[in-house]
Structure formats: C-alpha cells, structure tokens
C-alpha cells in the first residue's frame, strides 16, 4: 500500500496530476481542494494517498491533507460510491458544506453533485451521519483549510481545461459548458472549476 508521496510536482492537469518520486513519475487523481492547495510546478509536494486496486488497473488517489482522504475513505464505504463518485463529491461541495447537507438531511443538495441521484443522496445521509460525531475537531478545521489556498495559472488554455475536468467528474460536456459560460477566461483553471461547481450547488 502506498500511503504518502512526497516528492516534485511536474505536471498538473485537473484532475490528474505527476509527482516525480526519485525519478519516478508518480500519475494520481486528486480534488479540487487538493489541486488548489498545491504549489507551483517545479516546486516539492507531500501528499496523502489512497491505492485503488482492480483488475484492469492500479489507481492512486492524492490528498493535500489527511482528514481528506480520510472523508474520501468514508465516502468510498458507503454502498454504491466508488473512488470516482468520492472524488467527484469532494470536489463539487466544500467538505465542511457537505458534512451540513448530511448532519441536515439536506437530499436536495447533495443531488446537484455529478452521479448523485435522490436514493445515493439518502444513503449518504443515513451512512456518513453516524460518522462525523466521531471526528475530531482538527480533522474537521484540517478539511476546511484545504479550501483557500491559490495555485498559479500554468495552462495556454484555462477554459479549455477547466470543462474538460469537468467532464472528467461526471457533468455532461454541454452542461460543463453552461456551467462556464460568462466566467472570466483569465482566471486560472482551478479558479474557473471553482467558480462553476459554486454556480452548479448555488442552483
């Protein structure tokens, strides 16, 4: 099991990213939350990681900060979400946004995340609630400091990529599409897959 990279990062293209590991270049998948907390390229990175095993494939999963991947852990218990589905619901909501929705009963919210449907959103609310008593409080304030650091734009074509992230957890292409239109082509990718996933929950 692989459960702590730390090492370079060389490439960054939501939501994958490469971390060169002595000479080796280490392929994860990561949240929004993390990508956001990364530095520049070039520069050195520790991450958390989760290792997902299947026939066809090894998927490594990266996380800026512990508590993460241990809301990722729990997510990936409940029946029915897989490490996509967790991925995708940790970077639609906030993580702190999410433990509300669940500690609420709030169904309606949790629907607007990619591939979450009424019957997945009242399973996670009736599996996770149980959960979140257990945490401490520096897990639950190490989730929301994830949430507010800023990355530097490294791509010719920030749009481009941010819809094609987008995709890449779930939205339909046309709906990643709406969700971009009439934002800000300057921002970075990360500011501008931000910005639409807060537009998406914002209804």
Known sequence: MIG??????????PPWLVVDVGGIGYELEASMNTLLALPGLGETVQLYT??????DAHLLYGFFREP??????????VNGVGPKLALAILSGMEQDQFIRCVMDDD????????????????RLIVEMRDRFPHWS???LSGLEATQHA?????????????EAALVSLGYKPTEASRM???LEARQSTEALIKAALARKLAG
């Not at 702590?4 to 293209?13: A, F, S, V, W």
Request: glycine content about 6%; charged content about 30%.
């Open 4 to 13: 702590r990279l730390r090492g370079t990062l060389l490439e960054k293209q």
């Open 68 to 77: 993460e991947r241990a809301l990722f852990r729990a997510l990936i218990r």
């Open 137 to 139: 409080a520096e897990q």
């Open 180 to 182: 971009l239109s009439g």
């Open 150 to 162: 800023a990355v530097p734009a490294r791509s010719s074509d920030p749009l481009a990529d941010a």
């Open 107 to 122: 169904a309606k919210a949790l629907t607007r995340l990619p591939g979450v449907g009424k019957k997945t959103a009242e």
């Open 50 to 55: 989760h290792l997902s095993v299947r026939e």
